[in-house]
């Protein structure tokens, strides 16, 4: 039986000129979505260019690229079953920070790398993204968070007063408690 | 078109609005003032701050917060919060009812037979709420996994609470108050066995009643309905304390109110550095102990009480076993 070629054809469904990307075998192993092709279709023409995966997804041809970049620059892929937990608080290794540094320079790239990461089931990655937004979030008021990622406010006054008396335990330095 | 479309997709509002990675991204939130500073951006960002934020709470109230326009009471008003997205709860009674906190603690370095007491009284009332309130927040919070409390009375009555709805608890913590005038109630033995193997032996379970300095015991003080042997209750509730793995308290007071008499046939048991302990001995360190208060003993005849004052005198009291025991009041005030 033939060796398999090595790499295998990635797609940008949604960009308009429909560009194609090569992703090396090892580099396939962060993404468990990729993982599982690999071992569902080993046999079959997954590896032709013309057998390329659809990312179906908006994201720009320059994320797809720096996502498979990072892919093919991280030698330690998680093993098989093997997923980083979610939710746990993540550190960033000098080298990934070097790519959020380089290839992150605007909010939007970042909410990209979220959904493709996502889309891909590269965890690791995934969860850097989010400390980096979480990083971005901690620590500043409502208002500043707003401002920082131009949202609009969608509240009615009453309903953001709803929500505080909701979550009143959080003000409990500011008003005390009515008991008797 | 399509890239309009993804200019229109991808935003911050956009992400977190996605609601599996919006949950994803603020799990990743562990400071509440962050949840709630994110929670009030935009409905998208509350939407997905919203089950973290109920996930792990602190009670702010009961019943009135100035916060809450209407009267509804805590577990009714969010009722489906507790239901869907609490895992953690956590009752401070210095934050969740200060006033009721300062009164009962209030200058009472020693507890006081509440029955003849009309502010004992209205303190009780309140504790009963209290508890009332505690009952129906954890009946709807189906998927409690850990509580912990502070300073809040009875902490065995608190326990037998969450033995009995929700006994599939995982972590349990609880500091009893250091001035818990109102007292301990007996755990039902015959529930005990389970609850234990569910919980008691979990490392997660911890009931530091070693900061308690005053103890009182007094069935007056229980909730309605609760199953009582008053000829056994005292012996019962240090044989349990015992079983259950509680090292003797460093009490410096206990009173015995009405139902925990120690029944005269345990007094005829001399305490002698060589004999085998007083029954007590399993629940607080008697050497420490410094005031024993028989509360209820003014209701039996003068003799009775002479004999008992002799022997509790001998032998519980001034024997080597309690040297530091000064004061008997209940027993002063008859003879």
């Known amino acids: ?180 | 078109m399509a890239k309009n479309h993804k200019r229109d997709l991808v935003t911050a509002e956009a992400v977190i609005g996605v609601a599996e990675l919006g949950i994803i991204i603020f799990g990743f939130l562990y400071d509440v003032n962050d949840l709630r500073n994110a929670a009030l951006v935009s409905k998208r960002f509350y939407n997905a701050a919203q089950p973290y934020l109920w996930a792990a709470i602190t009670i702010p109230c009961l019943c009135m917060h100035p916060r809450w326009r209407d009267q509804h009471a805590f577990w009714d008003r969010f009722s489906s919060f507790l239901k869907r997205n609490t895992l953690s709860l956590c009752v401070d009674m210095q934050k969740m009812a200060p006033n009721l906190y300062k009164r009962f603690t209030a200058g009472n370095r020693r507890w006081e037979s509440h029955a003849r007491n009309s502010t004992r009284s209205v303190l009780k009332r309140g504790v009963d709420e209290l508890f009332s309130g505690l009952r129906e927040t954890l009946l709807r919070a189906e998927r409690l996994r850990s509580f912990s409390a502070r300073d809040v009375p009875r902490v065995l009555d608190l326990l037998i609470l969450l033995q009995r709805h929700r006994a599939e608890i995982q972590c349990v913590n609880i500091t009893a108050s250091k001035h818990d005038t109102f007292g301990l109630l007996l755990l039902p033995a015959h529930d005990a066995p389970h609850w234990r193997q569910k919980v008691w032996l979990n490392p997660g379970l911890t009931v530091p009643l070693a900061n308690s300095i005053n103890l009182g015991l007094d069935i007056g003080v229980a909730p309605y309905g609760l199953q009582w042997d008053p000829n056994h209750a005292m012996r019962s509730l240090c044989l349990q304390y015992k079983r259950a793995g509680g090292k003797p308290l460093g009490l410096r007071t206990l009173t015995l109110g009405y139902g925990f008499e120690i029944a005269d046939n345990d007094l005829n048991r001399a305490i002698t550095p060589a004999g085998v302990p007083h029954y007590l001995a399993y629940l607080t360190n008697l050497k420490a102990l410094e005031g024993l208060h028989l509360e209820s003993l003014h209701d039996k005849n003068k003799s009775h009480l002479r004999r008992l004052s002799d022997r509790l005198g001998f032998s519980l009291i001034s024997s080597v076993s309690a040297p530091y025991a000064r004061c008997l009041t209940g027993l002063r005030k008859a003879t």
């Open chain 1, 1 to 180: 039986m033939a060796a398999q070629p090595d790499f295998l054809w990635i797609k940008n469904d949604m960009s308009p000129d429909g560009r194609v990307f090569r992703v090396s075998r090892q580099a396939a192993q962060h993404s468990t979505i990729l993982r599982a092709l690999i071992e569902d279709f080993e046999g079959i023409d997954l590896w032709k260019k013309e057998q390329c995966i659809p990312i179906k997804i908006h994201v720009s041809d320059q994320c797809l690229s720096d996502v498979l970049q990072w892919a093919e620059n991280t030698k330690t892929a998680p093993e098989k079953g093997e997923n980083a937990d979610n939710n746990k608080q993540v550190e960033l290794a000098a080298e990934d920070m070097h790519f959020f540094r380089e290839a992150i320079t605007t909010s939007e790239k970042l909410y990209e790398l979220l959904m493709l990461t996502d889309y891909l089931g590269i965890v690791p990655l995934y969860n850097m993204a989010c400390q980096v937004v979480v990083n971005m979030i901690m620590g500043k008021s409502a208002e500043q968070i707003r401002r920082m990622l131009g949202i609009s406010k969608d509240f009615t006054p009453e309903q953001e007063e709803a929500i505080r008396a909701e979550t009143a335990w959080a003000y409990d330095e500011e008003q005390p408690p009515l008991d008797r």
